[in-house]
């Protein structure tokens, strides 16, 4: 790498660190490129746009940042366990590997409560489900939907959300409490991730007694 | 009443009505009290200062004009069944009244989306709290902890959570859809809530398998 293109890099890194806090700490929409620019030590106000285009761009190299190694967390998950998995199985192959990364990436982290706000938009959602979705999630959410009692198609889609909504706003949850000092129900990752794991699968198994 | 009286109460009014949508539709944090009182058509900019106090007081004013009737219906959903209960029927009581509410407003409501933002956000939540907590609240969460397995204590909060997690934002996002023109699972609220009530109830009984 020549000296000009690892300095790109290296911009490129400091306003993906700026963008994801301040997008954490402030809100997606009420922080500006320039901000981020300045946040990033960039002299230069256009930096993010030089960069990145559009802040729909940041945004998705953002998620990129994070789907990429969640994604080969979940790739050796599903390569490790057998086939013969049961429906806990292949939530926990779903729950874990997020978890796992924001373990892994060690205290303060912010992408969980950025996540948060992509998806309870409607818009920015679709750029989250874009960007995390690929092969192994397909695989994963196949081998799960063979397991599930026979719903109506209808619930499926709606615990899908459900599921959804709560990895989601768990995750978001104990990482705003770590970072404001607020007391956390368990100890770490790895534990929430267990009672994710329980919970998403007892909402997935429990029996429907509508009839949509 | 009197005449001034009469034209308070009406003043009053139309500021909740334009709070309530602005913040669905804006955000709470992107929308001034300058911009809601000419949203409710008051010609003085310091209108919603003048009736309602501080934006904090203001939110808790909207709360309110929710939470009371949604108390009201609770408090009859308690009364009308009796006390041999299971879980399933507790969670009913917790979850149906809230749907129920936004059925008799009639399309469009914004308070699931203005409620999902006050559950998101640390502080606002407590205002949340503090007006929707009653003695019909606690009569519900203290029955459904009857009938639910034994359950150490961290996973019990973790679960309250995640079923709070739930109710809050699948209910916000099928009014997003409403408002956009999505298609939706379900044809109506109660349709909505029965599914809320299999998956909640499937999440509480679900097997526990850590030892937080």
Chains 1, 2 share one sequence.
């Not at 030089?50 to 969640?70: M, N």
Request: aromatic share 6%; with cysteine.
């Amino acid at each position: 790498m020549s000296v000009k293109a690892a300095r790109a890099a290296g911009t490129r890194e400091a306003i993906l660190t700026a963008a994801e806090r301040l997008f954490a700490e402030h809100g997606v929409f009420a922080v500006s490129n320039r901000q981020i620019s300045e946040a990033a030590g960039q002299g230069n106000n256009a930096a993010v746009g030089y960069h990145f285009g559009t802040k729909t761009d940041l945004i998705r190299a953002v998620v990129r940042r994070h789907a990429d190694p969640i994604d080969a967390l979940r790739q050796r998950m599903l390569a490790t366990t057998g086939d013969s998995r049961d429906a806990r199985d292949w939530v926990a192959c779903l729950v874990r590997p997020g978890a796992q990364h924001l373990g892994r990436l060690g205290s303060p982290t912010w992408y969980a409560r950025f996540a948060a706000q992509l998806m309870t938009d409607p818009v920015l959602r679709e750029v989250m489900v874009d960007e995390a979705f690929g092969p192994s999630l397909a695989r994963n959410l196949d081998g799960l939907n063979r397991c599930l009692p026979d719903l109506p198609l209808p619930v499926r889609i709606e615990r899908g959300d459900m599921a959804r909504h709560l990895m989601v706003h768990t995750l978001a949850e104990r990482e705003r409490a770590l970072a404001d000092g607020t007391p956390t129900v368990h100890p770490d990752w790895d534990a929430y991730a267990d009672g994710l794991i329980d919970a998403i699968t007892g909402l997935w198994l429990a029996p429907c007694t509508t009839t949509a």
